[in-house]
């Protein structure tokens, strides 16, 4: 069986999808919807038998389609997921799930209500060194963690306004938010400052935050400060560190390495996550077994509600428990 594929977006994520999808067997891309027939077009003539639509839901009248990817701007979701829900299609959309809470919760209802496949990208979940933190954690005791995502500004003009992107909080440190739930458990209540330092006094039209810090408190009764910025003009790094009984575990992108009393044990990296995640997501809809899946929308709506709280407590002044 060849499972026929649609890509929603055709920026980054989209093409990238796409170009690992299509070296897999089994799998056909059918299909690209953007926001315009020339995007569309440019973006299905690089693969075979690929067509090109301007609305999405052309698209799934043109084609017998088993799975969507959907990489789109915070901004853009709600119609698309909810047309994809009516068919009973199912899908894997880029975080961050929406710009507020009304519309992934209106989604969430709706996929609870036909036990749709889903599957939420973040990553970070399935890197072979989060794998193996997971592994000893099972045996050790956080008291606290560190999370940190520090970079520049993309030039997208929908990620410099908080109605397009969220902020960054929302839109990027969301996948060190997320790795704090699925390494520590849940987050229980936040306090978040923000602020404007540099960006909104050189570019115009900037509205996020350049400068932030959250502080979490979490269910275990651990506690956690993520601090972000969008503000350096040169490179970037972000990762989680976990302290624990036994010493200090720092998850990054590269891998993970483990400092307890007088050893550093080093774990890389081998495995693509995007690969392992589209893996997991392909083989459920094969097969109907979610069980590789390693955030459903309905997990990554927790994640969601996490950033959503840290804006509000930014707006607010005040902290925010999320019942």
Excluded at 56 to 76: E, Q
Excluded at 144 to 153: N, Q, S
Excluded at 180 to 204: M, N
Excluded at 266 to 295: C, K, M, W
């Amino acid at each position: 069986m060849t499972l026929q594929i649609g890509i929603i977006g055709t920026g980054w994520f989209g093409r990238m999808h796409a170009e690992k999808l299509a070296k897999l067997e089994g799998v056909n891309v059918a299909a690209f919807a953007a926001t315009s027939q020339q995007k569309a077009d440019e973006a299905a003539g690089k693969f075979h038998d690929t067509k090109g639509f301007a609305e999405v839901s052309d698209m799934l009248d043109a084609r017998k389609l088993d799975a969507v990817y959907i990489c789109v701007p915070p901004f853009a979701h709600g119609d698309i997921e909810q047309q994809l829900i009516e068919r009973g299609i199912p899908f894997l959309v880029e975080k961050p799930i929406g710009v507020d809470e009304e519309v992934p919760g209106s989604i969430l209802q709706g996929i609870k209500d036909k036990s749709l496949i889903t599957s939420v990208g973040y990553h970070f979940r399935y890197m072979d060194g989060t794998a193996r933190a997971k592994e000893l954690l099972a045996e050790r005791t956080i008291g606290m963690a560190l999370g940190y995502w520090m970079g520049g500004m993309p030039g997208v003009y929908w990620w410099r306004s908080m109605e397009g992107s969220g902020g960054q909080f929302v839109e990027q440190t969301t996948h060190i938010v997320d790795l704090l739930r699925y390494t520590a458990g849940e987050v229980k209540e936040v306090y978040a400052a923000y602020g404007d330092r540099i960006v909104a006094g050189t570019e115009e039209g900037v509205t996020v935050p350049d400068v932030g810090t959250v502080t979490l408190k979490l269910a275990s009764g651990a506690v956690a400060t993520i601090s972000n910025t969008c503000a350096i003009p040169a490179g970037g790094h972000n990762g989680l560190h976990l302290y624990t009984n036994t010493g200090v575990m720092e998850i990054g992108g590269n891998g993970f390495i483990d400092k307890t009393s007088g050893q550093v044990t080093e774990y890389q990296n081998r495995s693509n996550p995007y690969e392992s995640e589209n893996d997991a997501f392909l083989h459920a809809v094969r097969t109907g077994d979610t069980s590789r899946i390693l955030s459903t929308y309905e997990d990554a709506w927790l994640t969601h509600r996490v950033t959503m709280a840290a804006n509000r407590s930014a707006r607010t002044g005040l902290p925010v428990v999320i019942e």
